[in-house]
C-alpha cells in the first residue's frame, strides 16, 4: 500500500494560483473558502526586495490531531494514508479546525460541513495524480508514494534539505517544503491585517459564511452554474443530505475508504503531465529525470541569487481569515456547564462536609439550578453546530478518542445521577441521607472538568494546552454552582446562605490564585505568549481587569463579608456575570491568533 505525500519546491513555484483554480473546480469548492491556496509574502525594501510564495494545505498528517478530535468518524486516514473525510457524517462542530494547527479545514458554505484538501482521493484511486499536481506549469507540487525509493518524492526527499510547518506541534506532517520561507510558514511572522487590497485577511467569510450567503448567491446567480447545481442545498443530493455536486470528480465514498466502482466516470488513465508534451515538443530535458544520482544544482533552474533582505516581512496576499470559530454559544455552553456541575458539587460537599448545613430548600434549589443549567448546556451545544440536526450522530456514531463523545456521555451520566436524585427527594429523603454525594460530587467534578481535555485535544490553540485549564475549569464550577446558590438565596435560609457564601469567597479567591498564576509563569510558546499579552495588556486587558477581576471576582467578595441576604444575591449576580466574562475571554482570545 501506497504512502502519500507532497513536496512543495519553492524554487520552482511561481505564484500563479493554478493550484487553487484547479482544486477549486476538481472539487467545487465555493467562493470564499479554498482546499489549498498560495500565501504572498514580501521580505526586504524596494528596490532590494523579494516576493515568496507558500502553497498551503492540509498536511496529511502522520499523527491527525484532527482526527483524534473529530467525534463523528467524519475524518478518517485511509491506508494509503490520505487523511480524508466524509461529509456526510460531519455535525459542523468545527473541532477539527481548532484542532488543526495549520488551518487547513473550513466550513463549506453550501453543505455546512468541514472539507479540505484530501489528495484528490478520487483521482488517486483511478490512478491519477490530485488536480493541483497536473496544472502546476512548473511541476512545483510533487506527490507520490513516500515508501517507494524510486519515486520522485522519494528521491528528493533524500537529497533535498526540506522543513515542514510548525514541527513542534509533533503532528508529523507529510507535506515537505524545500526552500521553504520561514516567515511565510510561521503565521505569526507576519501581520494578517494589512491595508493591501489582497492582504487584508480579517473579514473573511469562513465559518462564518452563512452570514455572507446572501451576496455570495448574488454572485453564483451571474456565474455559470446551473441554479439546480447552485440550489441543490444540503439537503437535496446524494446520500444522506449530502449535495450531488459536492461530490468530488462525482464519484462518492459510500464507505470510509471505499469509492462506489457504479459512479465512477469513465475516466482515460493518464499520468503524463500536460508539460510533458510541451517539453517534448521543444527537444528538452526533464528536470527531474535522474534526480538522485545526479548533481542537483544541474537538474533544476538556478536559484535566483538571494539579496540581502531588510524590514519587516509582509503578508501581500493570502486566503481569507476564517474568524472566531467557537463563539457565544460555546462561551455560554461553558459557563452553563460550570453552574449546573457547580451546584451539584456545592450540594454534594455540604452534604459530604457539613450535612447539618444542608436545609431541605437549599437541597431543592441546587438540584433545580443543576437540572435547568445542564438542560441550557445540552442547547447551547447543540446551538453551536452547523448541523444542528446531526447532533445524536456524537451517541449514534462515536469516535470515542474525542473528549466532545467522552463530554456527551459524562453529561448524560450527570443527567442520570440528577434524575436519582430527585427520587431521593422525592421519597422525602435528603442527599445527606446516605451514599449519593459520593456519587454527585465525582460526575459534578467530571462534567465540570472534561471541557479542558477537549481544549486540551484543540492543538491548534496553544493556550489551551495550559495543565491550569483543568483547575480553572474546576475553580470556575464551584463559582458558577455556589454564585447561583447566592443569587437565589431567601432570607428564611440564613443558614444555607452562609454556607454557600462563604464557597463562593474561597472559590473567587481561588480564581484570582489561579489567574495570576496562568497570566504570570513563562509559556513556551509564542502563540500562548501573545495570548497573555492580550488578556493582561493587549485588547482584553480592560474587560479583564475590571470586568473580571474588580467587578467579578473583588466586588462580590466585599459584598459577602457582611452577610445580608440582599447583598448576597447582589455578589451571586456580579459573580456570574464576572464568570461569564471569563469565559469569554478565555475561549475567544486564543482564537485571535492566526494559524495560518
Ligand atoms: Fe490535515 Fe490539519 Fe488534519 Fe494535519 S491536522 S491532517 S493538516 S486537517
Redesign the pocket.
Known sequence: MANFGFIIDNRRCIGCHACTVACKSEHEVPLGVNRTWVKYIEKGTFPDSQRHFSVM?????DN????TICPVTA?FRRDDGI?DFDSRRCIGCKA?MQ???????YIDPESHTAA??NYCAHRVDNGLEPACVIVCPTQAIISGDLDDPDSTISKLLASEPVTVRKPEKE?L?R?YYIDGEPESLDASATDVGGHGMWNRQTRGVGHYARYTEQRVAAIFALSHRSPAQNHSGPEGGNGENEPASKVPGKMASNRVGHVAPSRAPAVVLSKRHPLDDLRNLLGLDDPCNGVVNSDPSSRLPPAAPRSVESGTPRRVYDAPNKGVLWGWQVSAYVWTKAISSGAGLVAALIAILAPTRLTPSGERIAWIVALVFLALTGLMLVADLDRPRRFLYVMLRPQWRSWLVRGAWIINAYAIVLAIWFCVLLAGWSLADGWLPWLVAPIALLTAAYTAFLFAQA??RDFWQSHLLVVHMLVHSLIGGSATLCALASTTDPEWNAVVGRMLIAALIAKLIVDAIELSIPHGSPDSRRVVQMIVRGRFARLYRWGVVAFGCCLPVLLLLPGATGLTILAGVVSLIGLYLAEHIWVRAPQLIPLS
Open positions: 494545505r492540509c498536511n496529511h498528517c491527525a490531531p484532527c482526527i475524518l487523511v477539527c484542532a488543526c494547527p495549520y488551518d487547513a479545514l479540505k484538501c503532528t506532517p507535506l492543538r491548534g
